[in-house]
């Protein structure tokens, strides 16, 4: 018995393609998540809003208090993440404790993680970058 399979290089581009439509369909998902109101915990016209924006734009980190407000915003309205050790998971980061020294200002937040937290709230959309050809 012989088994004719595509070459690698052929394999690795039906893979970055059924990638690729996923997740568009996702971007598409995205469009429909439910929306909620925003958080009434700080007033955010107190704080800079350079936190918002990508880090060749000016990004800053957000002041601890706009961490803390939007970290418990989210929480509350998702209670699978409702504790600091669940959405350090969600966002990749080390420890519950890393969670709770960004929300007092021990730390400040990494650039990564605080976007990724902004696009799964829907404050910042997701970055896609082109293409530029397959040179595998």
Do not use: C
């Amino acid at each position: 018995m012989e088994l004719s399979l595509p070459n690698i290089r052929d394999q690795q581009l039906a893979v970055f393609k059924k990638s690729t439509e996923l997740g568009i369909n996702q971007l598409r998902d995205n469009l429909e998540a439910p929306q909620f109101p925003p958080q009434a915990e700080v007033n955010e016209g107190d704080y800079s809003r350079n936190h918002l924006l990508r880090e060749n734009e000016g990004f800053e980190p957000p002041h601890h208090d706009i961490i803390g407000a939007y970290f418990r915003h989210f929480q509350a309205h998702f209670p699978a993440y409702d504790s600091d050790k669940k959405l350090a998971q969600l966002l990749g980061v080390s420890s519950d404790r890393r969670i709770r020294e960004y929300k007092q200002g021990k730390y400040k937040i990494p650039y990564g993680i605080w976007r990724k937290f902004l696009v799964i709230t829907g404050r910042a959309p997701q970055e896609i970058i082109a293409v530029k050809g397959f040179l595998g």
